[in-house]
C-alpha cells in the first residue's frame, strides 16, 4: 500500500499538468509572434467564387518574401487559365501568360 500512494500521486500530477488550458486566443498570439519573425512564406490553397448561379473554382499559390514583394497566381480549375499578380520594387503586375501549342 505504501508503494502504491507516490505511484498514484505522481500519476495524478501528471494529469493535472497535462489539462492546463490553452485556448484560441493564446494560439493566436503564438501564430503573430511567429509571423513577425518569418522573412518569406509560401501558401496554397482553393478559392471558390458564387456569382448568382456560376461557381468558379481557382487553385492558389502565393509566395511572400520581405519587404511586401510577392507572387499570387490563380489558375481556373475548369479551364486552366491562369493569371499572376506580382509585386516587387519595380511596381504591381498583373500577368497572363499563355501555353504556346504547336500542331
Known amino acids: 500500500m505504501k508503494k502504491i500512494i507516490p505511484l498514484v500521486l505522481l500519476i ?9 488550458k490553452y485556448g484560441k486566443n493564446d494560439a493566436a498570439k503564438d501564430l503573430k509572434k511567429k ?10 490553397g482553393n478559392l471558390e467564387i458564387v456569382n ?13 518574401k520581405k519587404d511586401d514583394n510577392y507572387k499570387v497566381s490563380l489558375t481556373n480549375t ?13 511596381g504591381v503586375y498583373v500577368l497572363t501568360p499563355r501555353s504556346l501549342t504547336f500542331l
Open 12 to 20: 495524478i500530477s501528471i494529469i493535472l499538468t497535462g489539462c492546463g
Open 35 to 44: 509571423m513577425e519573425k518569418l522573412n518569406a512564406y509560401q501558401l496554397e
Open 52 to 64: 448568382n448561379d456560376d461557381i468558379y473554382t481557382y487553385n492558389v499559390d502565393v509566395s511572400y
Open 78 to 90: 475548369a479551364n486552366d487559365y491562369e493569371q499572376i499578380i506580382l509585386k516587387n520594387n519595380d
